[in-house]
């Protein structure tokens, strides 16, 4: 089946450093999404991409829908210590009546004050 | 707050008892999903509808597990003689309509004793 792999699995960085995070997929999709969960919480999303070679901003964060369809990347500047989280792509095939979204494991994301 | 709305937030059970989760989509989504989530991995699909029409189950939706949609607005996901591997967050999310971002609840954490 789809199956989504992220990497790095964990990050520790410094207040102010920027941050790049991958994802690939064994099949293709038609929408990516960015999602970030803080603990005890629901995902919550930061970006939609639905075209290939397509790259978003949303403030800090800057992500791109991959040429192949297979892959996408999330940046984020100038990291501050709210940045903490845990942020899983995700990938959505859109079908006719099948469009469930199939998540990645996750990046951990610490920020060293 | 308009966002999608999940009860209870936390659920302890004793194993072997039915538990029952509610989820409240956003007003206007005609779509709602259901995963589950377990420590250090990204949600997992389990099921999904649209309006009232229950459209698609997972295979780790096992035979103790029912969800509805009755009315084509809020759901309920029942769990019979509950086992501890049932301990999970369990998410609801809703999109407008197919093709379109999944907003996610801050789902029920289940533990089983």
């Known amino acids: 089946g789809q199956q989504l792999n992220q990497s790095p699995q964990s990050m520790f960085i410094q207040e102010g450093e920027d941050v790049s995070m991958n994802c690939t997929s064994s099949?293709?999709?038609?929408?990516w999404l960015w999602y970030k969960q803080d603990p005890g919480e629901g995902p919550v999303l930061l970006i939609a991409?639905?075209?290939?070679?397509e790259l978003t901003s949303n403030g800090r964060l800057t992500a791109q829908f991959g040429i192949t369809r297979k892959d996408s990347f999330l940046n984020i500047s100038a990291s501050i210590p709210s940045d903490v989280g845990i942020y899983f792509c995700?990938?959505?095939?859109?079908?006719?009546?099948?469009?469930?979204?199939?998540f990645g494991p996750g990046t951990s994301l610490s920020v060293i004050p | 707050d308009t966002g999608v709305s999940q009860n209870p937030r936390h659920k302890i059970t004793k194993r072997g008892q039915n538990v029952t989760f509610r989820c409240d989509p956003i007003?206007?989504?005609?779509?709602l999903y259901w995963y589950r989530q377990t420590l250090g991995q990204g949600p997992e699909f389990l099921t999904y509808?649209?309006?009232?029409?229950?459209?698609?189950k997972s295979r780790l939706l096992s035979d103790r597990f029912s969800a509805e949609r009755p009315k084509g607005s809020f759901s309920t996901l029942e769990i019979q003689r509950t086992e501890q591997g049932d301990s999970a967050m369990y998410l609801c999310?809703?999109?407008?309509?197919?093709?379109?971002?999944?907003?996610f609840g801050q789902g029920t954490r289940l533990t089983v004793v």
């Open positions: 099949s293709i999709f038609n929408t």
């Open positions: 007003s206007e989504h005609n779509r």
């Open positions: 995700a990938g959505q095939l859109l079908l006719t009546s099948y469009d469930k979204v199939i």
């Open positions: 991409l639905y075209k290939a070679g």
């Open positions: 509808f649209q309006n009232e029409a229950q459209l698609e």
């Open positions: 999310a809703s999109s407008l309509l197919s093709g379109s971002e999944a907003f």
